[in-house]
Nanobody, 123 residues
């Protein structure tokens, strides 16, 4: 079992940056593909980015390509999401999640979730 805890959310002006972190418990972190999702009020949970078990392969939703970077450190059991050039439409609660299904963009295929961290981008 994996427990996930996100941090790093906050309020930032458009064009600014935030770095989200997700700390994972357990000794099996490196066996999971990791993902970041977000959910804005009144909207469904949306895929943002995913990273392979080794960290060598990443995938992003088109709306964040070139602005967001997902990375992981298996020695520290952490996954991060560096968010640059933030836009008001990036405002949402951001969740990290773990899955054994490679490169999945479906939240239904993720087994473990953090509690989420709020990101608010003001215009």
């Amino acid at each position: 079992q994996v427990q996930l805890l996100e941090s790093g959310g906050g309020v930032v002006q458009a064009g600014g940056s935030l770095r989200l972190s997700c700390a994972a418990s357990g000794r099996t972190f490196s066996t999971y593909f990791m993902g970041w999702f977000r959910q804005a009020p009144g909207k469904e949970r949306e895929f943002v980015a995913t990273i392979s078990r080794s960290g060598g392969i990443t995938n992003y939703v088109d709306s964040v390509k070139g602005r967001f970077t997902i990375s992981r450190d298996n020695a520290k059991n952490t996954v991060t999401l560096q968010m640059n050039s933030l836009k008001p439409e990036d405002t949402a609660v951001y969740y990290c999640a773990a899955t054994r299904v490679g490169y999945s963009r479906s939240p239904n295929e993720y087994d473990y979730w953090g509690q989420g961290t709020q990101v608010t981008v003001s215009s």
